[in-house]
């Protein structure tokens, strides 16, 4: 099994630009999320799926937009990059269950200038 | 406030040394409880969850306690390898998302 598997690994943006980062899972997990991860803020939650055809917002959702037509795909599409946009993403799929364990993908850098 | 919340660090400890870090959070309705542990420029991983009877893996022992909502993490016998950042992470109004406190750093030196 491939895991949980992110594309690009790294991305630079000018400003105003849209783009999608691509997450996909292979462990048949209904539950998905994105994350973003910023020097001193910690992982906050963008936006979260409890399968295919549900979304819901979390922590930090504006600029951000996210799909789930699949159970395997859990895009994530900036609409129009910002600088303040420029972090760290992380994609994650979680086990079913009180105790379900997260698995996360290997992130996205992505820089906005 | 902040869902979760953790004392940053750093913490510098000497090879051998017990640490404990400390965690508190915000929504008494949370169920899930975990700790993470995520290395400089990688992914989080799991490192142990964290049961309402309090839980042993090897050299690391987890606390809960939900009256005060708070919860900790016990490292004994320190090793080179355990410096790293711990994530205190706790499930997002009662369902399947999770919110993670900002981390607490960890070095252990020689």
């Known amino acids: 099994n491939a895991g949980v598997t992110q594309t690009p690994k790294f991305q630079v943006l000018k400003t105003g630009q849209s783009m999608t980062l691509q997450c996909a899972q292979d462990m048949n997990h209904e539950y998905m999320s994105w994350y973003r991860q910023d020097p001193g803020m910690g992982l906050r939650l963008i936006h979260y799926s409890v399968g295919a055809g549900i979304t819901d917002q979390g922590e930090v959702p504006n600029g951000y937009n996210v799909s789930r037509s699949t159970t395997e795909d859990f895009p994530l599409r900036l609409l129009s990059a910002a600088p303040s946009q420029t972090s760290v993403y992380f994609c994650?799929?979680?086990?079913?269950?009180?105790?379900?364990?997260?698995?996360f993908g290997p992130g996205t850098r992505l820089t906005v200038l | 406030r902040k869902e979760v919340e953790q004392d940053p660090g750093p913490f510098n400890v000497p090879e051998g040394a017990t640490v404990a870090f400390n965690c508190t959070y915000s929504?008494?309705?949370?169920?899930?409880f975990f700790w993470y542990r995520q290395d400089c420029r990688k992914e989080p991983k799991l490192l142990m969850s964290?049961?309402?009877s309090g839980n042993e893996d090897g050299r690391f022992t987890a606390q809960l306690n939900r009256a005060s909502q708070y919860i900790s993490l016990l490292i004994r016998d320190s090793k080179l390898s355990d410096s790293a950042t711990y994530l205190c992470?706790?499930?997002?109004?009662?369902?399947?998302?999770?919110?993670f406190g900002k981390g607490t750093s960890l070095l252990v030196t020689p």
């Open positions: 964290v049961y309402s």
């Open positions: 992470v706790v499930n997002r109004n009662s369902g399947y998302a999770l919110n």
């Open positions: 994650a799929s979680r086990i079913e269950g009180e105790f379900g364990e997260q698995f």
């Open positions: 929504n008494s309705a949370s169920q899930s």
